[in-house]
């Protein structure tokens, strides 16, 4: 039980900088995720909260403790690395019970830690095996296991599903979820998955290139992402984007695009011909009279929904419906989007316009 | 078919070499163990004793004490070896000013034929001209002397043998320590282990197969070491320094008793597989049949 302050935390490798100055507040029990594409920093900043990265600038506190200099032994952070990172050599159950045995646990109570982990866990009879003998999905739940044996004041995740298969992904996903509502840790979770993020995330902190670019709880940055990377990143499919300028021309304000589409908008505080950039989510449009006219070019019926991919002039938009429609490649449909779903960003600095 | 054949004619200048210089000097020793010859007795002709040269083997005063020493010398050398050789693998895998240098200079000894280095430390050692006296002496006010002092001989014999072969334990355990993955040494710093108890839970038995390996290794050579000793103290003073190879060198040479020379070398070689396999037994196989027992679960 921990809440964890990051104080404009820098990284640099020699000359490289690759963490930016980053500030993330985490209270008590919360499931924050740090997303972002490969390479971004999560592993860096994760590492750092860890204690096995040293920290070039900024501070690191852990219960309003700054820990900067304390050894990863000393922090009582349990971590689950990408890898898994299992001791070769121990069986699962020593592997577990590693943790308590350094710190002088009793046998019988590491014992019954270890039995009562492996249960949660579905591991049971694989105690006497080695990590070899076992599958990726096993080694991740022992990965797993030997974090929640020891009740420490922080989790940190680093990748943890995604060496696993599609359907494994989906069921660890929820076991965790289930992990952290019973036991209310503090949970830091990276991942480059943003579905992850979504689903599991009581806040997330999305990243690029060493920098934080937004922070908020899912739908919060589903619904009001703050710049163009956000918007696309989170959300799948994801975001479409159009370019062009906001226009008014004595009447409401509309946006154009540069090769002639027209799309609503809810009125900006900007003057005519501001060059912007259009964002519509492909689930927020729907068919209808009116409406922006397009030329159906692929669609890609799922059952329960149907994608459209379509043009208007040079625009690529595309569409998520609900329904099972029968249109059919070159097709003229119109899409209509309401004002309230569109997000307008400025083309320059590709910040929201609100 | 056809390749088949060309497999064993690849290997035939192999197999040729291991059976002339191997295989066939092998059992013409056996073969030895079991005769009495000796060309320069009053009877050189070659006559078959059956078991009798072993027999007397038993009862060899002078035999029995130098197979002690061997063993000694064999214990404290390659237990230092293995200490030091592990500690300057593990300077070796972090950086520090001059590493490159200390590398290349730390090698050297093992590119230095055995008698070569008997040589030198026997020049190093002598009185009077020697380096290590000299310093002994002016430092300590120690007066070495390995022809008169026996267990100084001893020492020295050990400490020349930690000289020449700590590099081949430093590399193959260097080897072995960066070929390790890096995580589950980050995870037992999680875990809430102190330096010792990595060491103790984590490094030592994953380097266990590559220390093991090179404990066999240098155990055979340690038990069959003649010519640096031979060189450098010539087996004495008296017979403190007479290790086995030296004995049966002294038997076989000068004596000319090739029958009990060869019955020597036979049961030395016999007492080196028995070591090796209870090491074996003792710490290979355990974990081998362990593991084996749970893939079969
Ligand atoms: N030891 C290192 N030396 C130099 N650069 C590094 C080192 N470790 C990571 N980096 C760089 O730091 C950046 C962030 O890496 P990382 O935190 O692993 O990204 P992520 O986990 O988000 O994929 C990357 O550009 C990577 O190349
Ligand atoms: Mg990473």
């Known amino acids: 039980m921990a809440e964890v302050k990051i104080k404009d935390i820098v990284k640099r490798y020699g000359e490289l900088q690759v963490i930016h100055g980053v500030n993330v507040d985490i209270r008590d029990g919360e499931f924050v995720v740090l997303v972002g594409p490969s390479g971004c920093g999560k592993s860096t900043l994760l590492r750092m909260i860890a204690g096995l990265e040293p920290i070039s600038d900024g501070e690191m506190l852990i219960d309003g403790k700054v820990v900067n200099k304390v050894l990863p032994k000393d922090r009582d952070i349990a971590m689950v690395f990408q890898s898994y990172a299992l001791y070769p050599h121990k069986t699962v159950a020593e592997n577990m019970g590693f943790s308590l045995k350094i710190k002088g646990v009793p046998k019988p109570e590491i014992e019954a830690k270890v039995k009562q982990a492996a249960s949660v866990l579905d591991l049971g009879k694989l105690l006497d095996r080695y990590p070899r003998q076992l599958s990726g999905g096993q080694r991740q739940r022992v990965a797993m296991g030997r974090a929640i044996v020891r009740d420490p004041r922080v989790f940190l995740f680093d990748e943890p599903l995604s060496n696993l298969d599609a359907k494994l992904r989906v069921a660890m996903r929820v076991e965790i979820k289930e992990l952290h509502q019973r036991l209310k840790t503090t949970i830091i979770y990276v991942t480059h998955d943003q579905i992850e993020a979504m689903t599991m995330a009581d806040k997330i902190v999305v990243m690029k290139d060493g920098y934080v670019e937004q922070i908020g709880a899912p739908l919060d940055l589903y619904d009001n992402p703050s710049n163009v990377f956000v918007a696309g990143f989170i959300g799948s499919p994801s975001m479409n984007f159009i370019k062009g300028s906001i226009r008014s021309d004595g009447g409401a304000q509309r946006f154009v695009s540069d090769h002639g589409s027209v799309l609503p908008v809810r009125p900006l505080p900007v003057s005519d011909g501001h060059p912007v950039i259009y964002g519509v989510r492909p689930e927020h449009i729907t068919l209808g009279p009116g409406g922006l006219p397009v030329r159906v070019a692929v669609v890609e019926p799922t059952g329960a929904e149907t994608q459209i991919f379509a043009r208007s002039n040079e625009d690529a938009i595309d569409a998520m419906l609900r329904d099972r429609i029968a249109v059919r490649a070159g097709d003229h449909v119109n899409f209509v989007v309401d004002p309230v779903n569109a997000h307008v960003f400025d083309q320059q600095t590709t910040k929201r316009i609100s | ?297």
């Open chain 2, 1 to 297: 078919m056809g390749s088949n054949r060309t497999g064993w004619l690849m290997l035939a200048p192999t197999l040729l070499i291991l059976g002339v210089f191997g295989i066939v000097p092998f059992f013409y020793v056996l073969y030895l163990s079991f005769h009495q010859w000796n060309p320069f007795a009053a009877n050189p002709n070659m006559i078959f004793i059956g078991a009798n040269n072993f027999r007397r083997l038993v009862f060899d005063g002078e035999f029995l004490t130098s197979l002690w020493f061997t063993l000694k010398f064999a214990f404290f050398a390659v237990v230092s070896e293995i200490i030091i050789g592990y500690m300057l693998a593990q300077m070796l895998t972090r950086d520090f000013y001059g590493k490159g240098f200390f590398r290349t200079i730390h090698t050297l000894p093992l590119i230095v034929a055995p008698i070569v280095v008997g040589s030198v430390w026997r020049l190093m050692t002598t009185p009077s001209i020697g380096i290590i006296p000299y310093y002994l002496n002016k430092w300590f006010g120690y007066q070495l002397n390995i022809g008169s002092d026996a267990t100084a001989a001893f020492i020295i014999t050990v400490i020349m043998d930690i000289w020449h072969w700590t590099p081949l334990v430093t590399l193959t355990l260097l080897a072995a320590i960066v070929s390790l993955p890096k995580d589950p040494f980050e995870q037992a710093q999680i875990d809430g282990a102190n330096r010792w108890q990595i060491f103790w839970h984590i490094t030592l038995p994953m380097i266990r197969p590559a220390i093991l390996a090179t404990v066999f290794i240098r155990l055979m050579d340690a038990l069959r070491t003649v010519d640096e000793v031979w060189m450098l103290t010539g087996g004495g003073p008296g017979a403190a320094t007479r290790f086995v190879g030296l004995h049966i060198w002294k038997i076989v040479f000068p004596k000319t008793d090739y029958g009990y020379g060869s019955a020597i070398s036979i049961i030395v070689l016999y007492l080196t597989l028995v070591m090796c396999w209870l090491l074996y037994v003792g710490l290979v196989a355990p974990r081998v049949r362990r593991s084996k027992v749970n893939a079969d679960a």
